[in-house]
């Protein structure tokens, strides 16, 4: 289902995850009936034991939890990790989980890579946050820079029937309770849910960012990691440059991925002829996925403005309409671009551009038609499997 518009919302920026999983243990280990976790990586490191230590007490008091990981993303999770959550009674799942060969991981596309927590159907989380240390940038050098959501009040339940909807197609269990109590307004924010997935909703959310940019007046500012956006993005932000909206990107100047980058920079001689600005980020890794348009839209979540995000990847963003978070959203941003950034200049940007011209045109139009060919092999059928400590996916992808 395509998910609707909701009023009466409450939503708190969380900055990063020395905000984020504070907020998020706090909450599970305040939950009394059910906990839905969705995410593409959890380590066996610092955060991944206080995600665990925090399920085991949940457990402890008889809440049903299910936990969903990518096949893909957590593929090095010991046995004795998953040993101690299930033998506990904590139900986990691996999409799609695959062999290696020749010691390579082979599911490289079609990832779950939501980033999805609901407790008791009354609060949710939805980020770009996956469980581990390398979202501690206060701590770490290469700790990313990244963002989630906390939001209460109606919405939560269509990110509750999100999650439990995935679990119920791949019948990783046979019914969950169709509704808990549902949440009352308690906010101003009216929100709306978009999921991507390779079925009915395969263009939500970039179709949401279009009509975002399509009918923006004053600004756009995008923060986002991987950015090697679809031709429709790629156009329409180029027009409202030409319309005169300041339009403000800030892509990644310490990339945790270089070849991310030399997508990026490839486009960005053609951006700025349109006066769009393009600000890169250095002082860690960017990973967020955060944008704002005029002075009420918002969105955070999963996705990327990348193929694999926009056309193979499962994810999930929320769009918010409210005044106080956009200037909440805003007034970060600008003071990343005031003290962490640098700005691209026309003179940097055509730098060795004689040869990232034809890599920009052969890599541009090769990736709007990938997702189609990527789609062809019967290996792509997504599934859902128990995780097992006896079959944990480390074991799944090694065997």
């Known amino acids: 289902m395509k998910f609707q518009w909701k009023e009466g919302n409450q939503a708190e920026l969380l900055i990063n995850g020395s905000q984020y999983f504070p907020d998020v243990f706090g909450a599970i280990r305040s939950a009394r009936r059910e906990i839905l976790i969705e995410t593409f990586i959890i380590f066996d490191d610092e955060v991944g034991q206080a995600l665990k230590e925090a399920l085991l007490e949940a457990a402890a008091r008889q809440v049903r939890i299910e936990v969903t990981v990518d096949g893909y993303g957590t593929a090095d999770l010991g046995a004795e990790y998953v040993a101690e959550l299930t033998d506990a009674g904590v139900n986990m799942n691996v999409y799609d989980p695959r062999p290696r060969r020749f010691g390579v991981r082979t599911n490289l596309f079609r990832r779950l890579h939501r980033k999805i927590v609901v407790v008791d159907g009354e609060v949710a989380y939805i980020s770009g946050i996956n469980f ?24 939560v339940e269509d990110i509750r029937h999100a999650a439990t909807a995935l679990l119920l197609e791949h019948h990783a269990v046979e019914e969950l309770p169709q509704s808990l109590v549902a949440p009352s307004p308690v906010g101003q924010a009216a929100m709306r849910l978009a999921i991507r997935d390779n079925h009915l909703h395969r263009t939500d959310i970039e179709d949401h960012y279009l009509e975002a940019i399509r009918t923006a007046k004053s600004r756009l500012l995008i923060a986002n990691a991987y950015f090697f956006p679809s031709y429709r993005i ?14 403000t990107l800030i892509l990644q100047g310490r990339p945790d991925m270089p070849w991310a980058r030399m997508f990026s920079s490839s486009l960005y001689s053609y951006l700025l002829k349109d006066g769009i600005r393009i600000y890169e980020y250095k002082e860690h890794p960017l990973h967020g996925k955060i944008a704002i348009a005029d002075d009420e839209w918002a969105t955070v979540g999963s996705s990327n403005l990348d193929p694999l995000s ?70 792509h059928i997504s599934r859902l499997e128990p995780l097992t400590p006896k079959a944990p996916p480390n074991k799944r992808a090694m065997d």
């Open 132 to 155: 581990g240390w390398d979202h501690l940038p206060d701590k770490y050098a290469m700790g990313k820079q990244d963002y989630g959501i906390r939001v209460r009040g109606p919405i």
């Open 234 to 247: 790629w156009r329409e932000l180029r027009k409202a440059g030409r319309r005169g909206v300041d339009v």
């Open 310 to 379: 926009l056309s193979l990847n499962l994810e999930a963003n929320l769009f918010i309409r409210d005044a106080k978070l956009n200037r909440e959203i805003y007034d970060h941003l600008v003071e990343l671009i005031e003290n962490s950034c640098h700005m691209i200049t026309p003179e940097a940007a055509e730098k060795g551009r004689w040869w990232r011209a034809p890599l920009m045109f052969v890599s541009f139009h090769f990736l709007r038609h990938f997702p189609l060919s990527a789609g062809w092999s019967p290996g």
